[in-house]
């Protein structure tokens, strides 16, 4: 698997989520049966502090759906501006894969 680079924007305050799909280099769905998902944000790589975003691999997993959330309260705790953020799938024999990754970017509100 290929990891690919995708920037997101948060709302703080918000609730986030976000879904893709893990696909093959032939662009055929991966098969995420058996695998599981960690994500972190970081405000820079050698970072000591995280947030964890909650990985979730989507029924059916034959079709390598995976979706990324945050609630409101994680979200309103972190201070606007830009992080970086990866997201690795564990598979059933602890193989381990990096399939996305980029700027995650936190911007205040108005309202919330």
């Known amino acids: 698997m290929l990891s690919a680079v995708t920037n997101l924007v948060v709302y703080q305050g918000s609730d986030f989520e976000t879904n893709f799909y893990v696909t093959k280099d032939n662009g055929s769905s991966f098969d995420l049966t058996s695998y599981s998902g960690a994500s ?4 820079h790589y050698e970072s000591s502090t995280f947030t964890d975003i909650t990985v ?3 029924a059916p997993a034959s079709v390598g759906a995976v979706k990324l959330s945050l609630s ?3 979200t309103s705790t972190m201070t606007p501006g830009k992080y970086v953020y990866d997201v690795v799938l ?10 996305l990754e ?5 911007v205040e509100g108005v309202t919330i």
Do not use: D, H, P
């Not at 972190?40 to 405000?43: R, V």
């Not at 564990?90 to 399939?99: E, Q």
């Not at 980029?102 to 936190?106: A, D, E, P, R, S």
């Open 72 to 74: 409101n309260a994680v």
């Open 90 to 99: 564990t598979s059933g024999s602890g193989v381990k894969s990096r399939v």
């Open 102 to 106: 980029g700027v995650l970017t936190v």
């Open 56 to 58: 979730e691999i989507t």
């Open 40 to 43: 972190k944000i970081k405000k």
